[in-house]
């Protein structure tokens, strides 16, 4: 790989974390103003989120799972439109920085429900990083 596609590539990864970044918190706001917190949340406080994860319902949980994996979805995307080749490859970078933001997230709230864990973990970065690649391959061949 040449300097000038490495450079291409890091900047292609800052892009899509930036603009994955964007949608993520995007969702997540727009989801705790459809879908608000049980009484006594502060949501900007990670130990009053634990101490009350378990009032949350099953749609209150899937809110943050859809915004992760769109927030992967769409940062791989763009990953994958900005670069000419390595479309796999900067998707995956995605991926792998947002499942890893998803391990820190799911450490900090170790009484959420197993089930959110495994399908967040599973689902929301890896494979939507993967569609993201496909997407960009189909609009950028």
Same mark, same amino acid.
């Given at each position: ?7 291409i ?24 103003m459809l ?27 899937? $809110? *943050?799972?859809?915004?992760? !994996? @769109?927030?992967?979805? #769409?940062?791989? %995307?763009?990953?994958? +439109?900005v670069?000419? &080749? ?25 009484? $959420? *429900?197993?089930?959110?864990? !495994? @399908?967040?973990?599973? #689902?929301?970065? %890896?494979?939507?990083? +993967?569609?993201?690649? &496909? ?7």
């Amino acid at each position: 790989m040449s300097i000038k596609s490495a450079c291409i590539a890091t900047l292609a990864v800052i892009a899509g974390a930036f603009v994955g970044g964007l949608v993520n918190m995007g969702l997540i706001v727009a989801g705790a103003m459809l879908l608000p917190p049980p009484p006594g949340v502060d949501v900007n406080d990670i130990a009053s989120i634990e101490a009350h994860v378990a009032e949350y319902s099953v749609v209150q949980l899937l $809110a *943050p799972f859809v915004a992760h !994996a @769109l927030g992967t979805f #769409v940062g791989a %995307l763009v990953a994958g +439109l900005v670069v000419p &080749r390595s479309r796999l490859g900067v998707a995956l970078a995605i991926g792998l920085l947002y499942l890893m933001g998803g391990i820190m997230a799911v450490s900090m709230i170790p009484s $959420a *429900p197993l089930w959110f864990d !495994a @399908l967040d973990l599973v #689902v929301a970065y %890896l494979p939507m990083a +993967l569609l993201g690649a &496909r997407l960009a391959a189909r609009l950028r061949p």
